[in-house]
Structures are given as structure tokens and as C-alpha cells.
């Protein structure tokens, strides 16, 4: 089912997820992988708009939000139809991912004049402080390996500090990871990203340890706090 923009009819909720999430399988070495990732939706489409503004916080939701049960996806990769049965009965059952994608995309279809069709909103306010956007956003900024002497690191939707991070919110770091490709990453509105590899420059310079591990500990300390304290 395509829902175009001109349209008012309601949306049935298992019709969003299929315009909306898609998988597939890649093979590479005798062995296949499963890719977690965002449809290309035609303009003609009201949801076109949506995954285009979107795109960071969804892939991020897909791909960090869900508890997928891999196991039930083995032997499933020649049979596309089967294992998007069991992707999409996967993603439609988790109720961290949905607390955070739903309401997205009902706020996003109602103020076009159009509902999910068996979907109920409860609107919760959720007030957050600059101060704790900081501290989540600055480990997304991550330190990770030592090549030449020379300190690496990456800005990235698996890879990063978020793990043991005290009271994850998946819909709030999916904002912030959102937040950080669209102004830092893809456009360096605040100088952010400069000052980022900056810091890592000067880290590397420091010579943290003789130990590759060492190192890269003190130098994830060190860039968060040195982007928490930066002010544009």
C-alpha cells in the first residue's frame, strides 16, 4: 500500500513499518550478513518526507533500539519473504523501539490530517536539560584504536560510549545521534567537528601510554570532557 501526499485516508499501522524499515542480506566470505536499514520512499509518498528529515533518528532506532532475536533469522536468507515476516513481526513487537518511533511518526501523519489506524497516542511531555544532552552526545564521539602512534576515533551508530551509559533513553539518544550527524558530522554548523579533531590531535600528542588500551581509556575521558566543556 502507498499512501500519497494528497491523501486523507488512515494508515494502517503494519503499512508503515513495510513503507518505512526494510531488511537485507549481504554475502561476503561464505557468509551472510543481515542489513538493518531505512526504505527509499518516493516523493509522491506522505511518508517521503518523514524518512528524509528522519533518516538519523530511524536508522538509529532500527539498528540500536530493537532486541532482534537473530537466531530466528538463521537459514531464513535465501527465503526473503520468510525473514521479512520475522523482521517485521520482530520490530512490530518491541515495545522500547516503539515507544519511540510511534509517537514520531503519528505526531508527523496527525498534523497532516491523517491517524494510524489502531494506535492510541499518550502524550508525555519529557523534560530534558542541556547539561544531560552534553554528557550523552560527547560519547558519540569515540576514541577507539591506535594506528602509528596516531589516536582514531569515530562518530558512529554502533560503535561509541552510549554502552554503559547510566539511564539509556533510546529515543533521546536516538535525538542526539540525530542532532550530531545533521549539524556536526554533515554540516559543521557550530565548529564542533573542528574542535573534535582538534582534541584528537592533541591527545595523540600527549603520548597517554606505551599501551595501546591505556591509552585509548584516557583518551575517551579526555574528549568527553573536553567537548562537554566546549562552547561554540
Known amino acids: 500500500m502507498v ?3 494528497n491523501s486523507k485516508e488512515n494508515i494502517k499501522l503494519k503499512n508503515v513499518y513495510k513503507e518505512i524499515f526494510k531488511i537485507n542480506t549481504v554475502k561476503y566470505d561464505d557468509q551472510f550478513y543481515l542489513i538493518f ?11 517521503h518526507e518523514y524518512t528524509v528529515e528522519n533518516y538519523y533518528y530511524l536508522n538509529y532506532l532500527l539498528k540500536i533500539c530493537v532486541s532482534y ?11 526473503k519473504p520468510k525473514l521479512d515476516s520475522i523482521f517485521y513481526a520482530q520490530i512490530k513487537s518491541d515495545a522500547q523501539f516503539n515507544q519511540a518511533f510511534l509517537p514520531s511518526v503519528y505526531q508527523y501523519l496527525s498534523e497532516r490530517g ?3 489506524e489502531k494506535y492510541r497516542f499518550n502524550s508525555v511531555e519529557q523534560m530534558v536539560n542541556i547539561d544531560e544532552l552534553l554528557k550523552l552526545g560527547v560519547r558519540f564521539f569515540f576514541p577507539d584504536k591506535v594506528e602509528e602512534n596516531t589516536i582514531k576515533a569515530r562518530i558512529c551508530v554502533g560503535i561509541n560510549g552510549i554502552k ?6 533510546c529515543a533521546l539518544e536516538a535525538f542526539v545521534f540525530s542532532a550530531i ?14 574542535k573534535y579533531k582538534e582534541i584528537l590531535n ?5 603520548n597517554l601510554s606505551t599501551d595501546d588500551k591505556t591509552t585509548i581509556q584516557r583518551a575517551q575521558g579526555a574528549m568527553w570532557y573536553e567537548l562537554y566543556k566546549y562552547q561554540p
Request: charged residues 25%; hydrophobic residues 40%; aromatic residues 10%.
Open 114 to 116: 491523517m491517524i494510524i
Open 37 to 47: 536499514d531505512i526504505n527509499t520512499i518516493d516523493s509522491s509518498n506522505v511518508l
Open 3 to 5: 499512501v500519497h501526499a
Open 202 to 206: 592533541e591527545l595523540s600528542a600527549l
Open 164 to 169: 554503559d551509559y547510566t539511564n539509556r533513553n
Open 69 to 79: 532475536n537473530l537466531k530466528a533469522m538463521q537459514n531464513r536468507y535465501n527465503d
Open 181 to 194: 550527524f545533521n549539524n556536526v558530522v554533515n554540516e559543521d554548523r557550530f565548529g564542533v567537528y573542528k
